[in-house]
């Protein structure tokens, strides 16, 4: 089983935040210049990325959102989108739905750019996730997408803090207030 750590950092690398004590949420962009970008994704390249490859890499993170966004609501994924820009990249793995409903990589090998390197990455981690285990954050107030990695599948929260603290803290008060 795959932790989907590139899907989940696509997925909330353009969510608004809520920090700590603020009133309301703040506007977030991961990928706002090249320089962010090559943060948020340095764990899955090996060279940052290039100011020139931001549009290709921002194209990929759109059709990740649209995905995840179709899987957490139990609909069809549309995987039109992420295959298209498979395609105009040198060496990519294909996404293809399979009849039991799941999704499988099929190679197509050449060389990668750094977007085709994501995009590698980020086809066999969505063909190797199980849909069920990605959610958004049971917070009302957050709308992070998570993959529920533990072995009961009951992880609610994205993060223990601030999100699993406050909800603590929110039934902790509304108990004590009655």
Same mark, same amino acid.
């Given at each position: 089983?795959?932790?989907?750590?590139?899907?989940?950092?696509?997925?909330?690398?353009?969510?608004?935040?809520? +920090?700590?004590?603020?009133? !309301?949420?703040? +506007?977030?962009?991961?990928?706002?210049?090249?320089?962010?970008?090559?943060?948020?994704?340095? %764990?899955? &390249?090996?060279?940052?990325?290039? !100011?020139?490859?931001?549009?290709?890499?921002?194209?990929?993170?759109?059709?990740?959102?649209?995905?995840?966004?179709?899987?957490?609501?139990?609909?069809?994924?549309?995987? /039109?989108?992420?295959?298209?820009?498979?395609?105009?990249? %040198?060496?990519?793995?294909?996404?293809?739905?399979?009849?039991?409903?799941?999704?499988?990589?099929?190679?197509? %090998?050449?060389?990668?750019?750094?977007?085709?390197? &994501?995009?590698?990455?980020?086809?066999?981690?969505?063909? /190797?996730? /199980?849909?069920?285990?990605?959610?958004?954050?049971?917070? %009302? /107030?957050?709308?992070?997408?998570?993959?529920?990695?533990?072995?009961?599948?009951?992880?609610?929260?994205?993060?223990?803090?601030?999100?699993?603290?406050?909800?603590?803290?929110?039934?902790?008060?509304?108990?004590?207030? !009655?």
């Amino acid at each position: 089983m795959t932790d989907a750590a590139l899907v989940v950092a696509f997925a909330n690398a353009q969510a608004d935040r809520r +920090p700590t004590h603020a009133p !309301a949420a703040v +506007p977030h962009d991961a990928l706002a210049g090249a320089a962010s970008a090559s943060e948020l994704l340095k %764990p899955f &390249l090996d060279d940052p990325v290039d !100011a020139q490859e931001l549009a290709a890499v921002r194209a990929v993170q759109r059709a990740v959102v649209t995905i995840v966004d179709a899987l957490i609501d139990g609909s069809q994924p549309p995987l /039109e989108a992420l295959n298209a820009l498979a395609a105009r990249e %040198p060496a990519i793995y294909a996404l293809e739905r399979q009849p039991d409903g799941k999704l499988r990589t099929t190679p197509r %090998p050449k060389r990668p750019s750094a977007a085709a390197t &994501l995009l590698i990455a980020v086809i066999r981690e969505l063909s /190797e996730l /199980e849909p069920s285990r990605l959610r958004r954050c049971a917070r %009302p /107030e957050c709308r992070l997408v998570l993959y529920d990695v533990t072995r009961s599948a009951t992880q609610r929260w994205h993060a223990e803090r601030p999100c699993g603290l406050r909800e603590r803290q929110r039934r902790h008060r509304a108990k004590h207030a !009655a």
